[in-house]
């Protein structure tokens, strides 16, 4: 018998903006997810900057979801998430292909993003999903007993392959 569930059982998922109606939601799966949250300020903020930001919904249920800042040629990942209860099911793979599709639709050539350098299966993700390496920021993140932690900044071009590197 296996434990993992059939395509069939998968919940039909969508893709819907955040709304403040939803923010509730989101700031429940943002508490369960990180040590770190961000607060519902961070995303009031995000919303009234006219980031992009998308729910991923199975159903009614909440599995994922993402906020993007576009630059001038390139969109910058701010917050990517995926439920506790829905991890390792490939909804991260699905989030971030939403966001190149949107990304390449703005007319984008580079993604970039910063992950804490301890979280190692995000930049296994990551890394499969074609960013790439690009630098450290020292001190980045918020960590316990009032430390902090470096995170690892990564890019990812979203034109056909090419031998450019990012900008600096």
Avoid: C
Wanted: charged share 20%; hydrophobic share 45%.
């Amino acid at each position: 018998m296996s434990a993992v569930p059939s395509p069939s059982a998968a919940p039909e998922a969508r893709f819907e903006p955040l709304t403040l109606g939803r923010l509730d939601d989101v700031l429940d799966v943002e508490a369960s997810a990180y040590s770190h949250p961000w607060t519902r300020g961070n995303f009031i903020d995000a919303l009234a900057s006219g980031y992009q930001a998308q729910l991923l919904m199975g159903g009614d249920q909440l599995l994922g979801y993402f906020v993007a800042m576009k630059g001038v040629d390139e969109v910058h990942l701010l917050n990517i998430t995926v439920a506790p209860a829905h991890q390792r099911q490939g909804w991260a793979r699905v989030l971030l292909d939403a966001l190149a599709l949107w990304s390449r639709g703005q007319g984008a050539q580079w993604l970039w993003l910063e992950v804490r350098v301890s979280n190692a299966r995000a930049l296994q993700v990551y890394e499969a999903h074609g960013f790439r390496s690009v630098g450290l920021r020292k001190r980045y993140y918020p960590a316990p007993a009032g430390q902090r932690e470096d995170a690892v900044v990564m890019s990812r071009p979203l034109q056909a392959p090419t031998n450019q590197s990012p900008p600096v």
